[in-house]
């Protein structure tokens, strides 16, 4: 997993990030103060927002910065992602059709990625409510779908909950990022993330993720 260069991405992600972090604590240290003016307020928050949008950007982009390819089954990513949320208590089922080709892609981010999925579902699934996830291939796509029956997503936000920041509530524990780097990490490997949700009936997420030309395989290196 390790390589030669973490350390120095390391390094970049930390410089980029300590920018934004010491102007929201600036912002939140002024914003004590009851004399404020409206005016005032209003361009704090703003700059409070921008700075919010510049870690956010870091976050994500830091996500797919390191993807590298490897011949991987998402078959046992699958497995691996169902039985660590089932030992942690959830129910969570799944199924993967056979004969799905291997691929070149990187592990640890689809993992992620799929956990990201994985940790929605459960938190949307309701009382006693099943997540199901599956992986199945076609003669040009291989399909990871994480489904729940919950209360799915409206019409109105089922695009824009794949933006950064966006949580449809506030209430509940979240970033709104996991969504946003979820599609990053698809989109790095050249496919996509989609929903598909009928608002009362549960909401189903899918990876597309483009068959890789045996060649490509071939060459491609196990790190
Ligand atoms: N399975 C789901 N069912 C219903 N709503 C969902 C589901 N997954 C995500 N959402 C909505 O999309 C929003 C964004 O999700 P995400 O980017 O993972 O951020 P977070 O989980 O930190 O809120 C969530 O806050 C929630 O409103
Ligand atoms: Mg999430």
């Not at 930390?14 to 939140?28: G, K, N, T």
């Not at 004969?99 to 592990?107: G, L, M, N, T, V």
């Not at 189903?204 to 483009?210: C, E, G, H, M, S």
Request: net charge negative; glycine share 8%; aromatic share 4%.
């Amino acid at each position: 997993m390790s390589s030669a260069d973490d350390p120095q991405r390391l390094a970049v992600l930390v410089h980029e990030v300590r920018s934004p972090v010491a102007a929201l604590a600036a912002i939140a240290e002024t914003f004590g103060d009851e004399d404020l003016e409206g005016r005032v307020r209003f361009e704090l928050s703003r700059l409070a927002i921008a700075a919010c949008l510049g870690i956010q950007r870091v976050v994500i982009d830091a996500a797919i910065a390191s993807v590298r390819f490897e011949p991987v089954d998402v078959g046992t990513l699958v497995h691996e992602a169902v039985a660590t949320a089932s030992l942690a208590g959830a129910s969570i089922d799944s199924e993967v059709t056979p004969h799905i080709p291997r691929i070149a892609a990187d592990s640890v981010r689809l993992r992620q990625a799929l956990d990201n999925l994985v940790t929605n579902a459960l938190r949307h699934a309701g009382l006693d409510g099943d997540v199901f996830v599956s992986a199945r291939s076609s003669e040009a796509l291989v399909l990871l779908s994480v489904s729940d029956a919950g209360a799915g997503v409206p019409i109105a936000d089922q695009e824009r909950i794949f933006e950064a920041g966006v949580r449809l509530d506030a209430d509940e524990p979240g970033s709104g990022l996991g969504l946003a780097i979820a599609r990053a990490i698809a989109e790095a490997h050249g496919g996509t993330l989609t929903l598909r949700s009928v608002p009362g009936e549960g909401a189903t997420f899918t990876i597309a993720l483009p068959v890789s030309q045996p060649a490509t395989l071939a060459s491609t290196r196990y790190c």
